[in-house]
């Protein structure tokens, strides 16, 4: 099968390994020349420890012969550029393409989760969304790990299965994408608030007894947004915030546990600037969408105030203990 990967950040390198290792052809598309030449030169990239890009990956900055005759198109790219790639994607895609969807948040401003970013763009049913616990460096080394694969279409989630599964890529299929996005999004932001307790001193015990209280919020969300309770407990629910909350492998959370260690405001914005930190651009469009819902998510409402009304950190113990 032909597979296309928009987006040759950390996780689509590591999942263009899985497609080539499953004997796929793919092709990856940045729109950057620089970083297109420094993959082709290197077979390397910055962005993910001991990964080599294999020799028959493409790579092109032209997006419409990055999609050209394949069967399945993956979107990992960052949340905040999910439209206007999808402006010019839908000049070039065609009704027999499928599109996978591999990055996670909600967008600025309009409070849209990816598949509806897409949809409003392009005229397609052929969605299906993955997400668990799975950091990139994890699929290079061929560590076992299991994602949710979310579609109404069953023939989207056997094409996405027959890409990516074998025996250390495990994909569980669902209908509920809605609640796929929300635990795929809102876990970078519990990741956020567990660095906090971590920072201010408290052992794993505390960051327990947060992640099991969110658990509640979060599937109160969904629900909420027209998803599936049940979903909390998929490898896209409790697998991924178990991961994230937990690691310190984690972006969001490591940027928790400045704030909650009283670090410099000078520090934290150093950090800010030079990593991405999904969660905070998450933790804002969430804070917006339940507000203007009238969803009531005490645990988001604490995160942004501690976050970015710099309310005391001891008010997400405070919670905690109600």
């Known amino acids: 099968m032909k597979v296309s990967i928009l987006g040759t950040g950390a996780y689509g390198l590591a999942l263009s390994k899985i497609l080539v290792e499953n004997k796929n052809e793919v092709v990856m598309w940045t729109t950057f020349e620089e970083e297109k030449d420094e993959l082709l030169k290197t077979k390397k990239s910055s962005k993910l420890k001991n990964f080599k890009l294999d020799s028959n990956v493409v790579i092109t900055t032209n997006l419409e012969e990055s999609i050209r005759m394949s069967k399945l198109i993956v979107i990992a790219i960052p949340t905040a550029f999910v439209t206007d790639v999808c402006k010019k994607l839908k000049k070039y ?23 509806d970013m897409i ?13 668990g616990p799975s950091f990139a460096i994890d699929l290079v080394n061929n560590v076992p790990v299991g994602l949710s694969v979310a579609s109404k279409s069953k023939r989207v989630i056997n094409i996405v299965r027959k890409a990516f599964e074998n025996d250390h890529f495990k994909l569980y299929p669902t209908s509920d994408i809605i609640g796929i996005e929300v635990c795929g999004s809102v876990k ?32 109160s969300l969904i629900h909420a947004l027209g998803g599936s ?94």
């Open 188 to 219: 970078n932001i519990i990741a956020i608030a567990s660095g906090i307790i971590n920072g201010m001193g408290y052992p794993i015990s505390t960051q327990a007894l947060l992640i099991t209280e969110s658990l509640h919020d979060i599937k």
């Open 93 to 115: 895609i065609s009704k027999d393409q499928y599109i996978c969807i591999a990055s996670k948040g909600i967008e600025q401003g309009t409070c849209l989760f990816i598949h």
């Open 229 to 322: 309770k049940k979903t909390i407990l998929s490898f896209a629910g409790f697998g991924d915030i178990l991961l994230t909350c937990t690691s310190e492998k984690s972006r969001n959370y490591s940027f928790g546990k400045l704030i909650g260690s009283k670090s410099s405001k000078k520090e934290i914005d150093d950090y800010k600037n030079k990593i991405t930190i999904e969660g905070l651009y998450t933790l804002k469009s969430i804070y917006k969408l339940i507000n203007n819902k009238k969803i009531d998510i005490p645990i988001i409402n604490i995160i942004y105030d501690i976050v970015f009304k710099e309310e005391k950190v001891d008010k997400l113990i405070d919670y905690l203990m109600i």
């Open 119 to 131: 949809k409003r763009q392009i005229k397609t049913k052929n969605i299906a969304a993955i997400s």
